[in-house]
C-alpha cells in the first residue's frame, strides 16, 4: 500500500532505532563510535590478509559503501576489489543494510533480491535498523560468532556502532557520493564524523579486536586505475 512505502522512505532518513544508541555514544560510550580500520575505500582493505588472520566472513553495508545511494550497480572502481572479497571468502560475504532486506523499508523483499540478481552478494533480511538489534540474523547466515567477520560501512552512528557493540571488526569507508543523500543525512553525517575525529584527537583508541590486534596489518595501498 502506498502509506507502507510512504512510511518506509520517511523511516529510512529518521533512525527512531538508532537515536537512543547515538545519544548513549555521545554521552558516554564514546569508544562505539570508532572504527578498527578507516581507509577511504575498500580496495585499500587486504581480504587475504584478514582470511589468513582467521576472518570467517565480511558483512558490507549497501548505500555509499559498495553503490551510491539508491544505486543497485557497484560503483564501477570497487568491482575488481569486491571480485577479490568474493576469491578469498567465497559466499561467505553479505549485505546488511537499512535499505534493501530491511523488513520495514522492503516488506516484500523485491528490493533485496534485486539487488542479489544485479551485484551477486545475498543480501541478509533483517527487522531492525543499524545500530540497534543483535547479530543473531548475520551469525545464523555465516554459521559463525561475529567477532570472526568483518563489518565494513561508511556511518560512524550506524555501521560501526551497531559492529562494535555486537563484536565484529570494524572498518569504515569514506562515502562514495553525497550528491543522492537526503539533506538530514548529510547534517548527521557532519556530526557524526565530527564526534569521531574530536575523541581520536583527544586519544581515544577503538575496542581491541582478539583476532587482529594490530590493525593496520590488513590494510594495504589499492593497484593504480
Given at each position: 500500500?502506498?502509506w507502507?512505502?510512504?512510511?518506509?522512505?520517511?523511516s529510512q532518513?529518521?533512525?527512531?532505532?538508532?537515536?537512543?544508541?547515538?545519544?548513549?555514544?555521545?554521552?558516554?560510550?564514546?569508544?562505539?563510535i570508532?572504527?578498527?580500520?578507516?581507509?577511504?575505500?575498500?580496495r585499500?582493505?587486504?581480504?587475504?590478509?584478514?582470511?589468513?588472520?582467521?576472518?570467517?566472513?565480511?558483512?558490507?553495508?549497501?548505500?555509499?559503501?559498495?553503490?551510491?545511494p539508491?544505486?543497485?550497480?557497484l560503483w564501477?572502481?570497487l568491482?575488481?576489489?569486491?571480485?577479490k572479497c568474493?576469491?578469498?571468502f567465497?559466499?561467505?560475504?553479505?549485505v546488511?543494510s537499512?535499505?534493501a532486506?530491511l523488513?520495514?523499508?522492503?516488506?516484500?523483499?523485491?528490493?533485496?533480491?534485486?539487488?542479489e540478481?544485479?551485484?551477486g552478494i545475498k543480501v541478509?533480511?533483517?527487522r531492525?535498523?543499524k545500530p540497534?538489534?543483535t547479530?543473531?540474523?548475520?551469525?545464523?547466515?555465516?554459521?559463525?560468532k561475529?567477532?570472526?567477520?568483518v563489518?565494513?560501512?561508511d556511518?560512524?552512528f550506524t555501521?560501526?556502532v551497531?559492529g562494535?557493540?555486537n563484536g565484529?571488526?570494524?572498518v569504515?569507508?569514506e562515502p562514495?557520493?553525497?550528491?543522492?543523500?537526503?539533506?538530514?543525512v548529510r547534517?548527521?553525517?557532519?556530526l557524526?564524523?565530527?564526534?569521531?575525529?574530536?575523541?581520536?584527537?583527544r586519544g581515544m583508541k577503538?575496542?581491541?579486536h582478539?583476532?587482529l590486534p594490530?590493525?593496520m596489518e590488513c590494510v594495504k595501498d589499492?593497484p593504480?586505475?
Amino acid at each position: 500500500m502506498w502509506w507502507k512505502d510512504l512510511r518506509a522512505t520517511l523511516s529510512q532518513r529518521i533512525n527512531v532505532e538508532g537515536i537512543g544508541l547515538s545519544a548513549s555514544v555521545i554521552v558516554k560510550d564514546h569508544h562505539l563510535i570508532l572504527p578498527h580500520v578507516l581507509v577511504p575505500d575498500i580496495r585499500y582493505i587486504d581480504w587475504g590478509e584478514l582470511q589468513r588472520r582467521g576472518f570467517k566472513g565480511v558483512v558490507f553495508d549497501k548505500d555509499n559503501t559498495i553503490t551510491v545511494p539508491y544505486s543497485l550497480t557497484l560503483w564501477g572502481p570497487l568491482v575488481a576489489s569486491i571480485e577479490k572479497c568474493k576469491s578469498v571468502f567465497g559466499n561467505d560475504i553479505a549485505v546488511f543494510s537499512n535499505s534493501a532486506g530491511l523488513f520495514e523499508y522492503d516488506h516484500d523483499g523485491s528490493k533485496a533480491r534485486a539487488l542479489e540478481e544485479a551485484v551477486g552478494i545475498k543480501v541478509i533480511r533483517h527487522r531492525v535498523k543499524k545500530p540497534a538489534g543483535t547479530a543473531e540474523e548475520i551469525e545464523k547466515h555465516f554459521g559463525c560468532k561475529s567477532s570472526q567477520l568483518v563489518m565494513v560501512g561508511d556511518r560512524p552512528f550506524t555501521d560501526i556502532v551497531y559492529g562494535n557493540q555486537n563484536g565484529f571488526l570494524t572498518v569504515l569507508t569514506e562515502p562514495l557520493s553525497l550528491a543522492e543523500e537526503p539533506f538530514i543525512v548529510r547534517q548527521v553525517r557532519k556530526l557524526e564524523m565530527s564526534l569521531m575525529n574530536y575523541w581520536l584527537k583527544r586519544g581515544m583508541k577503538p575496542i581491541s579486536h582478539d583476532i587482529l590486534p594490530d590493525v593496520m596489518e590488513c590494510v594495504k595501498d589499492p593497484p593504480p586505475l
